[in-house]
């Protein structure tokens, strides 16, 4: 017999290509994502300050609102993650959600995970539940036209943190949740955010993201996972939102190629960078940037945005039906501004009711 | 917020940055001339030759003193510890010979492998000892990068994880004290070619051997900009039933790499193994010419693949030093256009399809 160690199978041929297919229609040129995915508490925060009442219909209406904009929305996004509320909602003629964003050539994703635990006997260190039923969960919504998924882990940089355990276990979740979407057809987008709340500097920040990458693409490694059918969604490198020393956008551009270049493997097709508590506009200067630099940068650098899509958007709507044309409006307007900045070609100044307004909200946990 | 003591200066960072990109710059490669006391005996017999330190010294005068258009597809030369304080019959030290010609020098650190206890013929690379004070003189001496070996085997059990594990480490360990010292290290985690396991084999534990290497290099803050991937190419085991073309392994290892390989490492200079000549000349230009993303430069390092013929054709004897010169041009040129995907084929010296395979290769 044939002496050498067993790889069993992990995906079939067929199965890797639909995956590829997925991951790089939703980083294809001057797209990126809008993440539609907040839970019942978060979307309920962004109500507050427009005064609108937190009900199911409520958000039903928001998300119809996003999902029914014109067409043209599609040329630069390519994809939505939905919660799972939402995900089985429908516009007030009964069409799914789903179905409306598939007559877009919008691609349907899912917000997977069950949101933060706490890690105890650390500085207030945490990781994400949701692997129970994750492989039937994952089924049933592929069947219901998901393609793609997303789990977001938080990572704190504090005097001791992040701590190696912290890094090692929401690198290992991260890479379980990743097998088991790639096993039912989910592209799985892979989300270890370094959080921007400290007084810490660029270059810890940037030292910080390498090291939590660096466990992120080992676990993924340990568990097989089929790099070209997944998605990065990361923190842009920035200094803390309370450090005095302040960077320019150059700064944080080259910080986070620095580290990315470090560690994402070239065969991972696109990062889609996550906005945090950055101003619609920050966001895409931000991102604008990072692709006009000069770096190694083999994967797409895209977006993959929630606030920094929709301040605007919820500004101008107001819970009101007579403002949602200028509100969708709002979200065409964002939505080719970052898809120019996807490709380093966004000139700036494309204004917006919200768009300098900073997005910051502490210790954002869901 | 978490501390991070500085590992290099802005200056040591934009030195070692420079080196290594002049190693690999287009079309350039490594002459692997490293070969140690022993090894070199085993190259020596196969033509006669008997392994004096004399001899040893007047066949690296050859290859040191060929052309100096040799210099424009080797960009720089590994020596081991005996050659690098070696001259030429005038008094020349071969380091500044090197040096006049444009070529760096580099040095092999590594003291050879040693038994993992408790393992199935699996082993480290030691050599950690003192290395920091090794590197310092050698730098000081004219070397510029360095070089360390460690071995992986594939067996029905094996890599384990305590081997892929423990390599790793010495080599992160390796890489960091180069750097201290100013030299960029050379991290060549190989995996043999022994055995007959199929080319997708191959391929996965290259893969693995990759993730851990990569890992403990970020774990002990090596700066990737300064440093070099010296791997296998993947291929199946050599004795594998199943053949598999170029292509075929050019694909694979662009797959393998491009999972394991950091954008930011500037460039990977492939081992040839067992190949021969040619195989490992059209096995690189199939690398270059495959599809997928390779941020890094694709280049060769290559020891038996570039001297064979040249062995053949000298023979010992001083009146073949120019035509072994002329092999060592033609293969050189050969690999500098297969680093650049460019390889027409077909440029034949004397031992260019000769298997060049040893069984269980180590020092």
Same mark, same amino acid.
């Given at each position: 017999?044939?002496?050498?160690?067993?790889?069993?199978?992990?995906?079939?041929?067929?199965?890797?290509?639909?995956?590829?297919?997925?991951?790089?229609?939703?980083?294809?040129?001057?797209?990126?994502?809008?993440?539609?995915?907040?839970?019942?508490?978060?979307?309920?925060?962004?109500?507050?300050?427009?005064?609108?009442?937190?009900?199911?219909?409520? =958000?039903?209406?928001?998300? &119809?609102?996003?999902?029914?904009?014109?067409?043209?929305?599609?040329?630069?996004?390519?994809?939505?993650?939905?919660?799972?509320?939402?995900?089985?909602?429908?516009?007030?003629?009964?069409?799914?959600?789903?179905?409306?964003?598939?007559?877009?050539?919008?691609?349907?994703?899912?917000?997977? &995970?069950?949101?933060?635990?706490?890690?105890?006997?650390?500085?207030?260190?945490?990781?994400?539940?949701?692997?129970?039923?994750?492989?039937? =969960?994952?089924?049933?919504?592929?069947?219901?036209?998901?393609?793609?998924?997303?789990?977001?882990?938080?990572?704190?940089?504090?005097?001791?943190?992040?701590?190696?355990?912290?890094?090692?276990?929401?690198?290992? !979740?991260?890479?379980?949740? /990743?097998?088991?979407?790639?096993?039912?057809?989910?592209?799985?987008? !892979?989300? %270890?955010?370094?959080? %921007?709340?400290?007084?810490?500097?660029?270059?810890?920040?940037?030292?910080?993201?390498?090291?939590?990458?660096?466990?992120?693409?080992?676990? #993924?490694?340990?568990?097989?996972?089929?790099?070209?059918?997944?998605?990065?969604?990361?923190?842009? !490198?920035?200094?803390?939102?309370?450090?005095?020393?302040?960077?320019?956008?150059?700064?944080?551009?080259?910080?986070?190629?620095?580290?990315?270049?470090?560690?994402?493997?070239?065969?991972?097709?696109?990062?889609?960078?996550?906005?945090?508590?950055?101003?619609?506009?920050?966001?895409?200067?931000?991102?604008?940037?990072?692709?006009?630099?000069?770096?190694?940068? %083999?994967?797409?650098?895209?977006?993959?945005?929630?606030?920094?899509?929709?301040?605007?958007?919820?500004?101008?709507?107001?819970?009101?039906?007579?403002?949602?044309?200028?509100?969708?409006?709002?979200?065409?307007?964002?939505?080719?501004?970052?898809?120019?900045? /996807?490709?380093?070609?966004?000139?700036?100044? #494309?204004?917006?009711?919200?768009?300098?307004?900073?997005?910051?909200?502490?210790?954002?946990?869901? | 917020? @978490?501390?991070?003591?500085?590992?290099?200066?802005?200056?040591?960072?934009?030195? $070692?940055?420079?080196?290594?990109?002049?190693?690999?710059?287009?079309?350039?490669?490594?002459?692997?001339?490293?070969?140690?006391?022993?090894?070199? *005996?085993?190259?020596?017999?196969?033509?006669?030759?008997?392994?004096?330190?004399?001899?040893?010294?007047?066949?690296?005068?050859?290859?040191?003193?060929?052309?100096?258009?040799?210099?424009?597809?080797?960009? *720089?030369?590994? $020596?081991?510890?005996?050659?690098?304080?070696?001259?030429?019959?005038?008094?020349?030290?071969?380091?500044?010979?090197?040096?006049?010609?444009?070529?760096?020098?580099?040095?092999?650190?590594?003291?050879?492998?040693?038994?993992?206890?408790?393992?199935?013929?699996?082993?480290?690379?030691?050599?950690?000892?003192?290395?920091?004070?090794?590197?310092?003189?050698?730098?000081?001496?004219?070397?510029?990068?360095?070089?360390?070996?460690?071995?992986?085997?594939?067996?029905?059990?094996?890599?384990?994880?305590?081997?892929?594990?423990?390599?790793?480490?010495?080599?992160?360990?390796?890489?960091?004290?180069?750097?201290?010292?100013?030299?960029? @290290?050379?991290?060549?985690?190989?995996?043999?070619?022994?055995?007959?396991?199929?080319?997708?084999?191959?391929?996965?534990?290259?893969?693995?051997?990759?993730?851990?290497?990569?890992?403990?290099?970020?774990?002990?803050?090596?700066?990737?900009?300064?440093?070099?991937?010296?791997?296998?190419?993947?291929?199946?085991?050599?004795?594998?039933?199943?053949?598999?073309?170029?292509?075929?392994?050019?694909?694979?290892?662009?797959?393998?790499?491009?999972?394991?390989?950091?954008?930011?490492?500037?460039?990977?200079?492939?081992?040839?193994?067992?190949?021969?000549?040619?195989?490992?000349?059209?096995?690189?230009?199939?690398?270059?010419?495959? @599809? *997928?993303?390779?941020?890094?430069?694709?280049?060769?390092?290559?020891?038996?693949?570039?001297?064979?013929?040249?062995?053949?054709?000298?023979?010992?004897?001083?009146?073949?030093?120019?035509?072994?010169?002329?092999?060592?041009?033609?293969?050189?040129?050969?690999?500098?256009?297969?680093?650049?995907?460019?390889?027409?084929?077909?440029?034949?010296?004397?031992?260019?399809?000769?298997?060049?395979?040893?069984?269980?290769?180590?020092?």
């Amino acid at each position: 017999r044939v002496n050498m160690p067993v790889f069993p199978q992990y995906l079939t041929p067929k199965q890797e290509e639909e995956l590829r297919n997925i991951a790089n229609a939703i980083v294809a040129p001057g797209k990126g994502i809008l993440a539609a995915d907040e839970s019942t508490g978060s979307i309920g925060k962004r109500f507050a300050p427009i005064n609108v009442e937190n009900s199911e219909e409520n =958000r039903r209406r928001y998300r &119809d609102l996003l999902f029914s904009t014109d067409k043209s929305l599609a040329e630069n996004i390519s994809g939505v993650i939905m919660f799972h509320e939402t995900f089985y909602q429908k516009t007030k003629d009964g069409t799914p959600f789903t179905k409306v964003l598939q007559d877009k050539g919008i691609i349907p994703g899912i917000k997977v &995970d069950k949101g933060v635990v706490p890690l105890a006997g650390t500085e207030d260190e945490c990781t994400t539940q949701g692997l129970d039923g994750l492989s039937e =969960r994952c089924a049933q919504y592929k069947k219901d036209g998901a393609q793609f998924a997303k789990w977001r882990c938080v990572l704190k940089i504090q005097q001791y943190t992040p701590s190696y355990q912290a890094m090692l276990e929401n690198a290992n !979740v991260l890479a379980r949740y /990743a097998s088991i979407c790639q096993q039912n057809g989910l592209v799985p987008i !892979v989300e %270890p955010e370094v959080l %921007p709340d400290g007084e810490h500097d660029l270059e810890t920040a940037q030292k910080v993201t390498e090291q939590v990458l660096a466990f992120t693409y080992k676990a #993924l490694a340990d568990h097989h996972v089929y790099l070209e059918g997944t998605l990065l969604k990361p923190n842009m !490198v920035t200094a803390g939102m309370s450090c005095t020393k302040k960077f320019s956008k150059e700064d944080n551009a080259r910080a986070t190629i620095l580290a990315l270049s470090r560690t994402v493997p070239p065969a991972v097709p696109g990062v889609t960078f996550l906005s945090g508590g950055q101003s619609e506009e920050d966001a895409t200067q931000n991102l604008n940037l990072i692709n006009a630099i000069k770096g190694p940068k %083999p994967w797409a650098l895209t977006f993959s945005f929630g606030r920094a899509l929709q301040a605007s958007v919820l500004k101008v709507w107001e819970g009101k039906d007579e403002n949602v044309a200028k509100a969708q409006a709002e979200l065409i307007t964002r939505a080719k501004a970052n898809g120019l900045a /996807a490709v380093g070609k966004y000139q700036g100044g #494309l204004d917006s009711a919200a768009g300098g307004q900073s997005l910051f909200v502490a210790q954002h946990a869901y | 917020m @978490p501390s991070f003591p500085q590992y290099l200066t802005a200056e040591q960072e934009n030195e $070692l940055r420079r080196i290594a990109n002049a190693i690999v710059a287009p079309g350039k490669g490594i002459l692997a001339a490293d070969e140690s006391t022993g090894t070199i *005996g085993k190259r020596f017999a196969s033509i006669g030759v008997e392994n004096t330190e004399e001899n040893r010294r007047c066949y690296r005068e050859l290859l040191f003193t060929a052309d100096a258009s040799v210099a424009e597809n080797i960009s *720089g030369v590994i $020596l081991f510890h005996e050659t690098f304080y070696q001259k030429t019959k005038d008094g020349t030290p071969f380091v500044k010979i090197l040096k006049d010609k444009g070529i760096i020098s580099g040095i092999k650190v590594d003291k050879g492998v040693v038994p993992l206890a408790g393992t199935d013929g699996e082993s480290t690379t030691q050599g950690l000892d003192s290395l920091s004070e090794r590197c310092a003189q050698y730098k000081k001496d004219g070397a510029d990068f360095a070089k360390w070996r460690c071995v992986l085997k594939i067996g029905a059990h094996t890599p384990t994880y305590q081997a892929m594990f423990e390599n790793g480490n010495v080599l992160a360990r390796y890489a960091s004290i180069c750097q201290q010292n100013g030299l960029v @290290p050379i991290v060549e985690p190989e995996v043999l070619c022994d055995g007959d396991h199929d080319l997708e084999t191959a391929q996965k534990v290259t893969e693995q051997v990759l993730a851990f290497t990569y890992k403990a290099l970020a774990d002990h803050h090596v700066f990737l900009e300064g440093t070099l991937l010296k791997p296998n190419m993947v291929t199946a085991g050599q004795s594998c039933p199943k053949k598999y073309t170029a292509e075929q392994n050019g694909k694979a290892t662009v797959v393998a790499l491009s999972r394991g390989v950091p954008a930011a490492v500037p460039g990977i200079t492939f081992l040839s193994g067992g190949q021969s000549e040619e195989d490992s000349t059209l096995n690189l230009n199939a690398i270059n010419n495959a @599809p *997928g993303p390779k941020p890094w430069a694709l280049t060769f390092s290559f020891g038996r693949a570039l001297q064979a013929s040249v062995l053949k054709a000298w023979q010992g004897k001083k009146e073949n030093v120019k035509a072994a010169q002329e092999q060592l041009l033609v293969r050189a040129k050969a690999n500098g256009l297969a680093a650049m995907g460019k390889f027409q084929g077909g440029q034949s010296g004397k031992a260019s399809g000769e298997s060049l395979f040893v069984a269980n290769h180590s020092y």
